[in-house]
Nanobody, 124 residues
Framework: QVQLVESGGGLVQAGGSLRLSCAAS????????MGWYRQVPGKQRELVAT???????NYADSVKGRFTISRDNAKKTVYLQMNSLKPADTAVYYC??????????????????WGQGTLVTVSS
């Protein structure tokens, strides 16, 4: 009943910029915190940035000052503007959302939802 679809990944040179988007769809009642995480093969998934429904933000130290997270509640979409990209930012980026939705049986449910991931590659 809930789906997160990411877009905007790709290949960029060091120092360049990319903007990731993640749209939530389904029988959604409300969305609390939304965020972006990233994972490199062989390593644990790590937090990049989160944003609450009230637009309070939190960033990993490694991206502070370079990345900006934002959201459009009407569109159920979260964005990640990534500037001054470094090769160390190369990873699969995953969208996450704390979602309350109505199930097919009409019940109120909550879900820690994840997108399928989008690859960001930064060349040196």
């Amino acid at each position: 009943q809930v789906q997160l679809v990411e877009s905007g990944g790709g290949l960029v040179q060091a120092g360049g910029s990319l903007r990731l988007s993640c749209a939530a769809s389904g029988t959604i009642f409300s969305i609390n915190t939304m965020g972006w995480y990233r994972q490199v093969p062989g390593k644990q998934r790590e937090l990049v940035a989160t944003i609450t429904s009230g637009s309070s933000t939190n960033y990993a130290d490694s991206v502070k000052g370079r990345f900006t997270i934002s959201r459009d509640n009407a569109k159920k979409t979260v964005y990640l503007q990534m500037n001054s990209l470094k090769p160390a930012d190369t990873a699969v980026y995953y969208c996450n959302a704390d979602v309350a939705y109505i199930s097919s049986t009409g019940r109120y449910r909550t879900l820690d939802a994840w997108g399928q991931g989008t690859l960001v590659t930064v060349s040196s």
